[in-house]
């Protein structure tokens, strides 16, 4: 089967208006006889939610949380790109374009790219327009800040917090047509299976998680916004409930999953301090605006500091090693995600880790507060050569920048970061791989849409920070609702989807079958104990470096636990009731299929690009080598076992932008 | 206008509006009371003059004594619907953690207060309303001719247990006004930079004008 | 560290709970209290027994999941954290442990320690939002200028996460600190003040329908909310209940 993304004709430019001209759409009236079901209720999931019921769809939105505010997309903080160009410091849609082809190491889809670049600009005005209350300056106009890979200032914030106003805001859209009758919410709800009727997505079966009652809801199309699959690593900075399923369950039933092994390991979290621990904590990226990164430069230092001897204040400055600085002078500690990460194993294999474990590194902020503090006390008129002084107000400085997550380092490990550097390792953040979508952001089966983090389309294979709060809303708020148009409007003699035919009856079935399996299953392990077992194997062997070697031995390893899990996992309870085992038990029942075609995607991939890095493909200088060959997306066909899934490719041309070596330096 | 009593909000403005009145009563009593102190004829002079003048006897206390009942009735209405608001009450509750005994408490302060109230009325309002309406002799003098009102004071704060019992309701007066004063702030929304010197002018309102009552009480009572 | 906890369990919004006691041992300091829970529920498993359900998910402070009643205070002993947040650090060997749900009426128990917030989405429906559409059609973001003091204090107003705290804290069940924040967010801004009457008066009007309690301002919620939203918030939804009332 040829992959066809459908990508409209003619110059870059124009092909999103072109094609917005010649799409077609659904009167007013036809509207109401149309039903759409949207899963998650994120940025993506949310905002799409909102804009259809507005268009006059009847919308039903799922979310497994107990409200729509709480999904994860809440606990993005750093900022949203846009390229508005209000700096006046050389942005503009090309260079947002531009800048996330070459951050997503040319390996996304040039015309999706374009149009998230070409709208980013309206999101703000609509952000600001529904109150999102986003950082001001004195002036009263919108403050921006800088984030990685780029040379610019675009980033619009609301502190660190930027993910939560953004969702309230999208929530605060979708309540008002909740309260208008136009979305149907069905909260502490779980999709278990997407059902295809006539080669069509036609609706899904869902699991009521305080009941425990199996529900059909039909409509005619299905839009995935149930985000990333980062949790299939166990510790990860996404949220206990994330999941892979409703993405799962659709490849399951033929849409294809394009570039599993694209994942984004951030740079800056707090790490890992024990057996004990449930997810790992993100640090915006934000805070390497104003942090440097360093290990001290001589072994003895990096002992004293680990034997608790040393302080690392007490390091001088010619005997700390800013290996970002040193390695990437143009960019600096703001070079992207992908790279700051590996930079930080380099030095932590190298032996140089600062704390017990030896997985650390610091996230240095005293020279911010010289900085700050000088700059205040001179427009304070104070006294700009008395240390204390200076250090005080650059605190405060810091402090209104960053508070937030000042605070929540310091009740996390027990440490004042005003005074000592923070501790930072990467961890598992954002997955750029997802559904294989079209321009329409269709996935294969048609009237099954996928936005938002589950699909793959933007990003390529790393994504820049504060580009997912853009996807996600460009895709819900300006991306989808004219997509999905095109495709309802051949829909509207159709009449209401009956929930009674034999697909519902097998795809019920089939999600009971599981269920019941399951809760039998009296095993003699918990949910967990598979979870953290298939985390460790993904840590290790699909982390932040891979070979062939380790990546072979994974995909027998996950097979392996993954029929440990069917025959020996212990489920209490019972399936009519609020019963978060069974909950956790399905989602990892998904990872543990999901994981092992991760390693066979990432098998596959004999090159090194953005979040893949490939041991065996790197230069002499340790940077990713890029593969010319594999300029394509490899977009899996389910059969049966992971294992066994085909490839297939989506050759990826570059028309408009130069493919060549990205460098930091 | 109709939200006024019926939501949430509009009844504590309600209840905020008849605690500014009931304020502004107590510092006019305590004006008047303090008088007695320093001088029994001005005293003398100014409870006649409030016990005679048609506009304190016949509008402004019938609107007190409504305030009161308004103040006491929308309290009680207010506690019930609150223990509605958790029917099941916590096995561990540690109150003190984060707000006041005083902000947890108002009914009982609020209660103490009312009782002492129909002390107080038996003591002062009751014989006043028997000699002026229903006696008839709206004069305020006694047989020998002076103001009766010094007098009939003093007589009172003979008897130490009542002095006893005046001093124990000014305290819950104090503990009652000590978050009241702020509270009826906030809840006519004011809520801004004078809020701290409001706050601390509010407590030294809730102490001092308390403390003067009992003053007066064990004053008279040491000095009869 | 060794620990006795006292956890409320209730099979289902139906039946009756009651405070249960367990022994848990090997507590590390750095734990965060949920993940204490998770090694409970863990050994309950192992054990047999049904795990304590408890709601949770980001883990980190923000997505507002996360509730519990500890040792008699919203989210426990230490200020400005929600649940998941609360280390163990907090507690000393030998500590007896009070876990109870969130309570009040309009917070109904769905299972042992998770409670049903629905209400404060109504009052959320109701008028928690700007009537724009999302078309992306409107000003350039730029357009109007906000005071940055005022923008500042909407950005504060709306960290709300909605755990609930307020409410679980207050001894009158009021919920007086979630809608006034969500209320001051947007009297703040000059785009949220133009439809200001109705969404206070529809607001308050859920509000009270909900069966949450009145104010009597004793300041509890402001203690106790994770986020530190402010008091302020209160009197400023009070005016403008106040003045939307007057103008009829």
Known sequence: ?665 | ?224 | MKLTLKIWRQKNADTKGKLVDYQIDGIDGDMSFLEMLDVLNGQLINKGEEPVAFDHDCREGICGSCSLFINGEAHGPDRLVTTCQLHMRMFKDGDTIHIEPFRATAFPVIKDLVVDRGSFDRVQHAGGFISVNTSGKTVDANTIPVNKHDADMSFMAATCIGCGACVASCKNSSAMLFVSAKVSQFALLPQGKIEATERVLNMVKQMDEEGFGNCTNTGACEVECPKGISLENIARMNREYLSATFKG
């Not at chain 1, 994860?72 to 903080?77: N, P, Y």
């Not at chain 1, 640090?283 to 004293?304: C, F, Q, T, Y």
């Not at chain 2, 304020?23 to 320093?38: C, E, P, R, T, Y």
């Not at chain 2, 009826?184 to 809730?206: D, E, H, I, M, P």
Request: one cysteine or more; proline letters at 3%.
């Open chain 1, 1 to 665: 089967m040829a992959l066809d993304p459908k990508i409209p004709e003619g110059p870059l430019a124009d092909k999103w208006t072109n094609y917005k001209n010649h799409i077609d759409l659904v009167n007013p009236a036809n509207k109401r006889n149309i039903d759409v079901i949207v899963i998650g209720t994120g940025l993506a999931g949310g905002s799409a939610a909102a804009t259809l019921a507005e268009l006059g769809y009847n919308v039903k939105a799922f979310c497994f949380q107990d409200s729509p505010r709480r999904a994860h997309s809440i606990a993005a903080q750093g900022g949203i790109n846009a390229a508005k160009n209000y700096q006046g410091d050389g942005d503009s849609v090309y260079r947002l374009f531009y800048d996330t082809v070459k951050g997503g190491d040319y390996r996304s889809r040039e015309a999706n790219v374009y149009r998230l670049a070409e709208v980013s600009s309206n999101i703000i005005d609509q952000c600001v327009a529904q109150g999102v209350p986003f950082a001001r300056e004195y002036g009263g106009y919108l403050d921006n800040r800088s984030f990685g890979g780029v040379l610019v200032s675009r980033t619009f914030y609301a502190a660190g917090q930027t993910g939560q106003q953004l969702l309230l805001g999208a929530y605060s859209a979708m309540n008002r047509q909740i309260g208008r009758g136009k979305i149907k919410m069905y909260n502490r709800h779980e999709m278990l299976d997407v059902v295809v009727v006539g080669g069509k997505a036609r609706g899904i079966i869902a699991r009521n998680l305080v009941t425990g009652e199996i529900e059909r809801h039909s409509a005619h199309a299905v839009v995935l916004g149930s985000g990333g699959y980062g949790n299939v690593f166990f510790l990860s900075t996404n949220a206990m409930g994330s999941n892979v399923t409703a993405a799962w369950k659709a490849h399951k039933r033929g849409a294809f999953f394009a570039n599993p092994c694209y994942t984004q390991i951030h740079p800056t979290c707090i790490p890992v301090s024990g057996d004990h621990q449930s997810k790992l904590t993100l640090m915006s990226e934000s805070l390497r605006n104003d942090g440097r990164i360093w290990v001290p430069k001589n072994m003895d230092d990096v002992k004293a500091i680990r034997e608790g001897n040393l302080k690392p204040t007490a390091i001088p400055e010619e005997n700390r090693d800013y290996y970002l600085e040193r390695r990437y002078p143009a960019f600096g500690n703001l070079v992207p995600r992908d790279v700051a990460s590996r930079a930080a194993k380099e030095r932590c294999d190298e032996g140089y880790g600062v704390n017990k474990t030896g997985e650390a590194v610091y996230l240095d902020f005293a020279a911010a507060f010289q900085r700050y503090g000088k700059e205040r006390a001179h427009v304070r008129g104070l006294d700009e050569n008395d240390a204390a002084l200076v250090k005080r107000l650059g605190q405060e400085v810091i402090k209104e920048k960053y508070g937030n997550l000042f605070q929540m380092y310091e009740k996390i490990v027990d440490q004042n970061p005003y005074e000592t550097p923070m501790m930072i390792y990467p961890a598992v953040h954002y997955t750029m791989g997802g559904l294989w979508v079209d321009y329409n952001l269709m996935t294969n089966i048609p009237g099954l849409y996928s936005i938002g983090e589950a699909n793959f389309s933007d990003h390529g294979a790393n994504r820049l920070g504060a580009s997912a709060l853009m996807q996600g809303l460009a895709d819900g708020y300006f991306v989808l609702p004219y997509t999905i148009g095109d495709y309802l409007s051949k829909d509207i003699r159709t009449g209401k989807i009956p929930t009674d035919s034999p697909e519902f009856d097998q795809a019920e079935k089939n999600v009971k079958e599981n269920l019941d399996h399951l809760i039998n299953n009296n095993g003699s392990h918990s949910v967990d104990y598979f979870h953290k077992k298939l985390g460790k194997i993904m840590w290790n062997k699909c982390g932040m470096a891979r070979n062939a070697e380790g990546l072979r031995e994974a995909i027998v390893q996950i097979s392996e636990l993954r029929k440990e899990f069917w025959k020996d996992v212990r489920v209490p309870g019972t399936q009519n009731e609020l019963n978060e085992e069974l909950a956790k038990a399905m989602r990892v029942a998904d990872f543990l299929e999901l994981g092992e075609l991760f390693a066979k995607d990432a098998l596959q991939r004999e090159e090194s690009a953005g979040g893949h890095f490939r041991e065996e493909h790197q230069t002499a200088e340790g940077e990713a080598l890029r593969s010319p060959e594999f300029q394509f997306v490899s977009a899996w066909e389910y059969q049966g076992e992971p294992k066994d899934a085909i490839l297939h490719k989506e050759e990826l041309e570059y028309e408009n932008i130069e493919v060549k070596e990205r460098s930091y330096k």
């Open chain 2, 1 to 224: 206008m109709s939200g006024i009593f019926n939501s949430s909000i509009g009844r504590k403005f309600a209840m905020a509006l008849s605690a500014f009145f009931l304020m502004i009563f107590l510092l006019q009593h305590f004006a008047i009371n303090i008088l007695s102190v320093f001088s029994p004829e001005a005293f003398n002079n100014t409870s006649h003059f409030m016990g005679t003048f048609w506009i304190v006897q016949y509008i402004f206390q019938p609107i007190l004594i409504l305030g009161v009942i308004f103040h006491f009735v929308m309290g009680m209405v207010l506690e019930v619907r609150n223990r509605n608001a958790r029917k099941i009450a916590y096995a561990k509750n540690n109150g003190n953690a984060n707000s006041t005994w005083m902000s947890r408490n108002m009914i009982y302060t609020g209660g103490a207060i009312l009782l002492f109230l129909g002390l107080h009325f038996y003591d002062f309002w009751l014989p006043e309303i028997n000699t002026k309406y229903i006696q008839g002799d709206m004069s305020g003098l006694l047989p020998d001719g002076n103001y009766r009102y010094f007098e009939e004071l003093q007589h009172k704060f003979v008897d130490v247990w009542r002095v006893a019992l005046y001093c124990l309701a000014f305290v819950f007066l104090s503990l009652h006004l000590l978050h009241g004063f702020s509270s009826a702030f906030q809840s006519v929304g004011a809520n801004n930079k004078y809020t701290r010197g409001l706050k601390g002018f509010g407590k030294a309102y809730a102490i001092i004008i308390p403390l003067g009552f009992i003053f007066i009480a064990l004053y008279h009572h040491f000095n009869y």
